[in-house]
C-alpha cells in the first residue's frame, strides 16, 4: 500500500516560515507529480502548489513569491518552503500524490497537517 507522510506543521507567527514534507513509499511505479493543497475552517479545499516530474510546477496567487515547492525524486518526498507567512494561511495542509502502478494512475492524499499563524 501507498503511504505519505507529512510533517513540518506547527505554530508560528506572521511572518515566520516553515518547511512542510512529504515523503511517499510504497508500490509507487512512478511519480507523475507531488502537491500540496489547503483547506482554512468553512472553506474549500485549494491548490497552493504542485510539481510535477517532467519539471513543471504551479502556484496558488496568494502564495506565490513566498513559498517554494520543491523535490527529491530519489527520495519521493516534496517540500513546501513557507515563508513570511500571514493568518490568511491557517489551515490544514494536505500532501496530494499522483502516480502510476501496474500501468494504472492513481491519486493519493495524506491525512494533512495543521499550520497556525498568528497574528
Known amino acids: 500500500q501507498v503511504q505519505l507522510v507529512e510533517s513540518g506543521g506547527g505554530l508560528v507567527q506572521a511572518g515566520g516560515s516553515l518547511r512542510l514534507s512529504c515523503a511517499a513509499s510504497?508500490?509507487?511505479?512512478?511519480?507523475?507529480?507531488m502537491g500540496w493543497y489547503r483547506q482554512a475552517p468553512g472553506k474549500q479545499r485549494e491548490l497552493v502548489a504542485l510539481?510535477?516530474?517532467?519539471?513543471?510546477?504551479n502556484y496558488a496567487d496568494s502564495v506565490k513569491g513566498r513559498f517554494t515547492i520543491s523535490r527529491d525524486n530519489a527520495q519521493n518526498t516534496v517540500y513546501l518552503q513557507m515563508n513570511s507567512l500571514k493568518p490568511e494561511d491557517t489551515a490544514v495542509y494536505y500532501c496530494?500524490?499522483?502516480?502510476?502502478?501496474?500501468?494504472?494512475?492513481?491519486?493519493?492524499w495524506g491525512q494533512g497537517t495543521q499550520v497556525t499563524v498568528s497574528s
Open positions: 496530494k500524490l499522483n502516480y502510476w502502478s501496474d500501468y494504472k494512475f492513481y491519486e493519493y
Open positions: 510504497g508500490s509507487i511505479f512512478r511519480i507523475d507529480a
Open positions: 510539481i510535477r516530474t517532467i519539471g513543471s510546477s
